[in-house]
C-alpha cells in the first residue's frame, strides 16, 4: 500500500511536471512534437496514478468507460485540421459535462455537511461546468455551420443586462447553498441557470469572433477542472485544471487584442455586432482577373514578394505548392516572405502548422505587426485563399461585422494578386472591397491547382 501511495504520489509530480513542459514546448514550432509527447505521457501517468488509487472500488466501470470514450474519441480525433476548432468544441463540451456531474454527486454525497468554502468551489465548478457544456455545444455548432443555431451574431436590445440577470441568479444561488448546504432543492437551479447562460453566451457571437470564445471556453473549462481537484482533493487536478485554465485565459487575451475586441466583451458574450445587409443585394462590379502565366510573369519581375495565406490554402491543402512557389522565387532571388495573420485559417496557429508541415522555414513567417509595415515597399502581395484577414473594410466601415479587426495591410502593396476559387465571401460572410481596387488582379482557381500552374510557368520560363 506505501509502495503504491509513493508510486502514485511520484507519477503525479512527474506528471505535473511534464504539463508544464508540454505548455513550454508547445509555443514553438521547432519544439511543438516534443510538447505533444511530454503532454501525452504525463496524461499517461496521471491515468496510471489514478487508476491505482486504493478509492477506486470497481475497475469494471472504469473499463467500460475506457472502452466507450476510446469508441467517440478515436474517431473524432481523425477529422480534416480545418474542422479541428469544432472538434476541439466538443471536448470541451465533455469534459464540461464530466465536471458537472461529479460536482453534482459530489454534492448529493455530502449535502448536508458541506462546509462554506467546499460549497463556494463545488458551486463554481458546477456553473463553470453548465455554462461550458452548452457554450462548447453551440460554439461546435457555429462553426460546423449546422442550420441551428444561425452563425450571424443574434442581437437584440439589452442583451448584456440579460445576460448579466442569469449569471448573476447563479451566483445568488450558490451564495445561499453556501450558507445552506441543506436546501438541495435549489441545487438544480445551480445547473439550469448556468446551461441557459451558455447558450446566451454564445448567441450574439458571430463569424470572425468564434476563435476567441473557443479559447475562453478552454479557459474555462480548465478552471472548473481546476475546482473539482478542490472538490476531490486531487491536486494533480488543481494543477492540470490551472495550466489549461490560465492558458486558455492568455490565449483570449492575445486573441482579443489581435481582433481589436473588448475582452470585457467576449467574457459576458456581449460583443456580437448587428449584421448589416452587407452580404446581400451586391451588384456585380468588375474586377480584374489575369491567368497563371500573367501571375507568374509580375511574379517573377519582382523583387519582394509577400504571400499571405488563409483557409482557403488550408481546405485545398495547397501548401506543398505553396513550398514549390517559394522555391521556384528564391531560386530567382526573390526575397519572399509570409504575413501571418493571427485568426487567419479556422484555429490559432493553424497557417504556421501547414506552412511547417510543408518545411518552409521558419524565420519567414512574419507576424502582422512585423509585415505590415513593409507592404508599400513590397512589389507583389500574394493572398492564397485568405479573404477576412485582408479586408480593408475593417478599417473604416464602421457596421461591418469585423470593423476594428487589425488587417494585413496587402492593399498598400504595388500589386495584389489574391487565388481564390469566385467571388465567395469569407467566414465573416461580407464583402470585400480589395478585390475591387485598380492594384488587385484576381486568380480565380483552386489554390493548389492555380499556384501548382504558376510554378509550372516559372519553371517553364526558366529553363
Ligand atoms: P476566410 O475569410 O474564411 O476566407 C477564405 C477564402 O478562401 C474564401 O473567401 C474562399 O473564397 C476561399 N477558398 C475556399 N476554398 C478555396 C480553395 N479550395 N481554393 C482557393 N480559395 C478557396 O479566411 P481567412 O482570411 O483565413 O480568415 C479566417 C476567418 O475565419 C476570420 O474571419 C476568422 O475570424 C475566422 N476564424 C478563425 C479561426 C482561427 O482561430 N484562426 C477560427 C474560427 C474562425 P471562394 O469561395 O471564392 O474560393
Not at 460546423?144 to 451574431?153: S, Y
Request: charged share 15%.
Amino acid at each position: 500500500m506505501i509502495f503504491s501511495e509513493n508510486f502514485i504520489e511520484i507519477a503525479y509530480i512527474i506528471a505535473t511536471a511534464l504539463f508544464i513542459l508540454s505548455l513550454k514546448w508547445l509555443s514553438s514550432p521547432t519544439t511543438a512534437r516534443r510538447g505533444v509527447w511530454a503532454g501525452e505521457i504525463g496524461m499517461g501517468l496521471a491515468i496510471a496514478g489514478t487508476l491505482l488509487h486504493f478509492g477506486i472500488v470497481d475497475l469494471k466501470l472504469v473499463a467500460i468507460g475506457l472502452v466507450l470514450g476510446a469508441v467517440i474519441g478515436v474517431p473524432l480525433g481523425k477529422v480534416a485540421m480545418t474542422a479541428v476548432p469544432q472538434r476541439t468544441a466538443l471536448s470541451h463540451a465533455f469534459g464540461a459535462l464530466c465536471v458537472t456531474l461529479v460536482g453534482t454527486s459530489e454534492f448529493y454525497l455530502r449535502a448536508p455537511n458541506i462546509p462554506p468554502f467546499m460549497m463556494a468551489v463545488l458551486s463554481l465548478e458546477v456553473i463553470l461546468g453548465s455554462l461550458t457544456f452548452t457554450g462548447s455545444l453551440m460554439a461546435a455548432a457555429k462553426l460546423q455551420e449546422l442550420r441551428w443555431p444561425p452563425q450571424r451574431p443574434v442581437t437584440y436590445k439589452g442583451q448584456n443586462f440579460v445576460n448579466l440577470t442569469f449569471l448573476s441568479l447563479a451566483i445568488i444561488v450558490a451564495a445561499v447553498l453556501v450558507l445552506r448546504p441543506d436546501q438541495t432543492r435549489l441545487f438544480p437551479a445551480l445547473i439550469f441557470i448556468p446551461l441557459i447562460f451558455g447558450v446566451m453566451l454564445i448567441i450574439p457571437i458571430g463569424g470572425a469572433d468564434m476563435p476567441t470564445v473557443i479559447s475562453l471556453l478552454n479557459s474555462y473549462a480548465g478552471l472548473s477542472a481546476a475546482a473539482m481537484g478542490f472538490v476531490l482533493n486531487s491536486k494533480l487536478l488543481i494543477i492540470a485544471g490551472a495550466l489549461d485554465g490560465s492558458s486558455g485565459f492568455i490565449l483570449s487575451v492575445i486573441m482579443s487584442k489581435a481582433m481589436n475586441r473588448s475582452f470585457t466583451n467576449v467574457l459576458f458574450g456581449g460583443f456580437g455586432q448587428i449584421q448589416t445587409a452587407a452580404t446581400s443585394e451586391q451588384e456585380a462590379k468588375p474586377v480584374k482577373s489575369a491567368t497563371a502565366e500573367e501571375a507568374a510573369s509580375i511574379l517573377s519581375a519582382a523583387s519582394r514578394v509577400a504571400i499571405v495565406p488563409g483557409y482557403g490554402m488550408a481546405v485545398a491543402q495547397a501548401q506543398h505548392k505553396v513550398r514549390e512557389l517559394y522555391d521556384a522565387l528564391t531560386k530567382r532571388g526573390i526575397d519572399v516572405r509570409f504575413g501571418i495573420h493571427p485568426v487567419a485559417g479556422r484555429m490559432p496557429g493553424h497557417m504556421n502548422v501547414l506552412l511547417a508541415e510543408a518545411d518552409i522555414p521558419y524565420d519567414k513567417l512574419m507576424e502582422m505587426d512585423a509585415i505590415n509595415g513593409d507592404f508599400p515597399q513590397t512589389d507583389v502581395a500574394l493572398v492564397i485563399g485568405a479573404n477576412d484577414v485582408t479586408n480593408p473594410a475593417a478599417r473604416t466601415v464602421q457596421s461591418s461585422p469585423i470593423y476594428g479587426m487589425p488587417i494585413l495591410d496587402v492593399d498598400k502593396a504595388r500589386t495584389v494578386m489574391v487565388i481564390k476559387r469566385g467571388m465567395g465571401a469569407g467566414f465573416a460572410g461580407i464583402e470585400n472591397p480589395l478585390y475591387y481596387m485598380d492594384s488587385t488582379l484576381m486568380l480565380f482557381g483552386d489554390a493548389k491547382g492555380f499556384v501548382g500552374n504558376i510554378v509550372r510557368e516559372l519553371s517553364g520560363g526558366h529553363g
